[in-house]
């Protein structure tokens, strides 16, 4: 996929469009990086085709749905859930284990600050599901946290244009 297509979507699904990519992103699928995506929603707004505040909102509702999606599966599946996603990808393991003992430890500050380190924000919802953190905890930590990232990648696109996308690509 590329910028082009990335575009197409958004100027033909709109908002819906920004949901399910960052949804996506923020799932921890194949597909364009937040330093894109949310650029991309940025500049899309700049553009007047939707308010910034909008843009920002619905990257952070796609943001959290995709967070509480791995939560729960974390929650649910446990460790079964754990092994299996291992198993499909072996390198993350360190970052999981570690994000486990961290998440014990510092709970809620531990996942307001994961959500702003690239790779880890996505993978720490996997791990505060297993642990069982307590979800309205998880959910204010999540939700701050992706708001901050969120506003820092949607507001470079909105203020720094098309130039922004050279940077973080």
Not at 124 to 153: C, D
Request: aromatic share 16%.
């Amino acid at each position: 996929m590329t910028l082009d297509i990335l575009m197409q979507y958004f100027t033909k699904y709109g908002g819906i469009a920004i949901f399910v990519i960052v949804l996506l992103e923020y799932l921890n699928l194949p597909g364009f990086p937040a330093g894109v995506i949310m650029p991309l929603a940025g500049i899309w707004a700049a553009k007047g085709n939707i308010a910034f505040l909008p843009a920002l909102l619905i990257t952070v509702a796609a943001g959290l749905t995709g967070s509480l999606i791995l939560y729960y599966l974390g929650y649910k599946g446990g460790e079964l859930f754990l092994q299996k996603y291992l198993n499909k990808f072996p390198k993350q393991r360190p970052v999981i284990e570690e994000k486990l003992a961290w998440i014990r430890q510092r709970g809620s500050i531990g996942i307001f600050f994961s959500k702003l380190i690239p790779m880890i924000r996505t993978l720490v919802s996997i791990p505060a599901g297993v642990s069982k953190m307590n979800l309205i905890q998880y959910t204010v930590s999540s939700t701050l946290g992706i708001f901050v990232w969120n506003l820092f990648f949607v507001g470079a696109g909105y203020f720094m244009g098309d130039a922004v996308l050279n940077y973080f690509m």
